[in-house]
């Protein structure tokens, strides 16, 4: 039997859903808006997309979207379709142009959000999926168990090489596991990337010679792909494990090759998620979409974080943290590590493991760590502390009678 | 005086529209949620990106997205925020990290559009911008003056190698300047790749031995970089003078590395822009989205079409056309080919020409030319005759009554 691969959708519809589910599905595969004679029953048998499920919800009286047909009532129902692999290949690129194509401009939708991905297993047999993932990351951190408790260089830019240097040693001073280029920092002028990097792992070297712990940090490469090259070599010649990337800016074909080139993990940011997923109407769940990137060869990927400074619900990031944690097929886990960040502290360590039932994750504060009254050292330990209470499922002010570090953190974290 | 980049936004927030622009423009350059002792003013004057300019446009009492701050009033505004390009250098990547990156998930924000950009002289000297554009594609197709007539292959899906090259028969035959793969045909089993460009390019090489005019036919080449790369010199081996690809399904990194590699236009196509910009109050309109990938090298950039069967509006379709035809920068003009396609026939054709004030596009037409009762050639012949008398300010009618073909066209058209 052929391979299929499976889209669901959450869709708004002015029209007949049935009709609507049928234009989108010919839409992206054998149709046209005009009845053309090549479009025989064979040919649309053979390709066409095929309606899996269509599902109503409910109906409202106003569309989501404008643009869309006029109607009195709109409907909106879960939509699931199916493609045969022979369309178009194990092609991640034109996976994208299928699935997240000219689909959402039509004027049948009023609304329309992918939510869901099943790939067949010759994708996992095209892409690589993660080189690192959890184990490997892991490995090089040393971090056996537990999450990575990690920082965001910040102020995000304006700070020279030395500046960024002297912060991290603070931190690896400080215990840190894990730190982090901000997205926005990457090769200008005034820091740029090579300084940045020698004089930051001038640092985490000496360090690592002194106590055996290697901080690790991703050292953001995103740019054009021969400069992304050069940079991840740079950072290996140094002694670096981690490269970041922002996935929106590279895109698919940015990440296949950085994956193909690269010998340390891929931390991968999300900037501009929140363009294509803000409105609820409209966009990408992120479950589909990380798979992508999984796929593509993503080892971290960013989730936002409970009780965030952004606009995301709790619910959504847990569901995102899952959907990263989760196996890409049954025979091809290619699991990644979810990264957690936006106004983190240890109060989110017992919630964030409750929800995911592990600690297989990267849990980044800067405000939760910097702000501490006894200093950085002791903001890690306190980070630290809030996941041990968690997963040994120790109230948070129980355990801080033991630990002072995180005594003194409760007050200023709340 | 340093270099800046102006980036202009639709902004609606629940905040204090100035407070609004300050988190923003914080965001994007040295800010963080937390003071930071490391944030100094001199720091904050060189890196910090700066409000340039904050109108109010009016006020709304609920919000146009969910999961931001609450409020009584939500106020909408024009934001110019600019960056010294010392921040992140001249690298389009790191300028869409910048200018479309964290802010739009910001609780400030209940609706961001990205509107416009104004990119500095260094841009325009680290990237390429069109091989071809206008007069490039002008030369390959032998279109000297006039829009290129074009169609695209249909069923989008479903074809067999041989099936697609009779349909590129009776397309060359007819006098067509274009052709192109529906951005769904890739390199699918039914329908590969290489068999497909062979026996298509068979056709194409024929016509044009016999006649002097080849057809401009854009194969998709997008996939992987090894893939395009290899997909492009199979094209060029067999005389092809054109390749496609799907810019969001590849992304900047690959269109760069394909502009770098490739000997023919590329054409651009831009499947996936509806969930960049369906919803109103988010995302990119098409003037500063477009910018980005005609530096990095696109030759042709698709607009939709006026009266398209999609739920753009024509206001937009030609904001999106005059965004393409005008220059990226006075000394780099950049400029690239716009394509029109969805629903066209000669109607469109006046309203068109009006509209931009020039016939340096590609206008596609599917069912407005294989509809044509007399065949294809008098639908070719159609929608050429259409555009003299769009050129020549003739109405369509008047223009009919001296060519039979657009005579029996009107009929079908309306």
């Known amino acids: 039997m052929s391979e299929r691969i499976h889209a669901t959708y959450w869709l708004e519809t002015g029209d007949d859903p049935r009709h609507a589910a049928d234009v989108i599905a010919g839409e992206q595969s054998s149709g046209t808006f005009v009845a053309l004679p090549g479009e025989t029953p064979e040919l649309k048998a053979r390709s066409g997309a095929r309606v899996e499920r269509l599902e109503m919800l409910e109906t409202v009286d106003t569309p989501s979207l404008p643009g869309g047909m ?52 010759s994708f996992a047999a095209a892409y690589p999926g993660p080189a690192f993932g959890i184990d490997g990351t892991r490995k090089l951190s040393g971090v056996t168990h537990g999450p990575l408790i990690g920082t965001i260089i910040k102020p995000s830019v304006g700070l020279s090489p030395e500046e960024t240097a002297q912060q991290v040693r603070e931190l690896v001073e400080g215990g840190i596991d894990f730190i982090k280029d901000d997205e926005l920092q990457a090769d200008g002028s005034h820091c740029p990337f090579d300084e940045r990097v020698k004089a930051v792992m001038r640092v985490v070297n000496e360090h690592a010679d002194r106590t055996g712990k290697k901080a690790m940090v991703a050292f953001n490469v995103t ?133 995911l039932g592990r600690a297989d994750l990267i849990h980044t504060a800067g405000g939760g760590i910097f702000g501490h009254p006894q200093g950085v050292a002791a903001g890690v330990e306190a980070l630290r502390e809030a996941w041990v209470a968690a997963i040994e499922g120790v109230p948070l002010e129980k355990h801080a009678e033991r630990n002072p570090a995180l005594r003194a953190a409760l007050g200023f974290w709340k």
Chains 1, 2 share one sequence.
């Open 70 to 121: 006029k109607s009195e009532v709109y409907t909106r129902c879960t939509l699931e379709l199916s493609w045969p692999i022979e369309n178009f290949g194990a092609s991640l690129p034109n996976l994208m142009s299928t699935i997240a194509g000219n689909l959402f401009e039509l004027r049948q939708v009023s609304g329309l959000r992918l939510t869901g991905l099943k790939l067949p297993a």
């Open 223 to 355: 740019g054009d792909l021969d400069q992304m090259r050069r940079r991840h070599d740079l950072v290996l010649a140094q002694g670096g494990t981690c490269v970041m990337a922002v996935l929106n800016s590279i895109g698919l074909v940015g990440l296949h090759e950085l994956r193909k080139h690269a010998q340390v993990p891929i931390h991968a940011h999300r900037a501009g998620w929140g363009y294509m997923s803000r409105s609820p109407e409209l966009g990408w769940d992120y479950a589909p979409w990380q798979m992508i990137w999984r796929l593509a060869g993503a080892d971290h990927l960013h989730v936002n974080g409970l009780r965030n400074k952004f606009s995301e619900s709790d619910e959504s990031v847990i569901a995102a943290a899952r959907a990263v944690l989760a196996p890409v097929m049954p025979d091809a886990p290619m699991t990644a590590m979810p990264v957690f960040s936006s106004g983190q502290t240890g109060l989110q360590a017992a919630d964030t493991y409750a929800a």
